[in-house]
């Protein structure tokens, strides 16, 4: 398993303060990425999400798609 915290780069990138709405769009926006890249949603936390890979599905190499995931 691999967290991938993307909490303070969401902090920096909307001041620190992230509404409803914004907040929608985020998860919409990391939500294509994970699936791109294989993941599994392991649960949101505010403005961070904790990303799974080759669990519950197997994946091929997934370090290296969790890599992969956290560049996009």
Do not use: T
């Amino acid at each position: 398993m691999i967290d991938v915290d993307i909490a303070m780069v969401a902090h920096v990138g909307l001041g620190g303060n992230i509404g409803s709405a914004a907040a929608r769009d985020y998860h919409a926006a990391i939500g294509e990425i994970i699936i791109k890249y294989n993941g599994a949603l392991e649960r949101y936390a505010d403005d961070g999400v904790m990303v799974v890979f080759n669990d519950p599905v197997p994946v091929k190499n997934p370090a290296l798609q969790a890599v992969l995931m956290a560049l996009a």
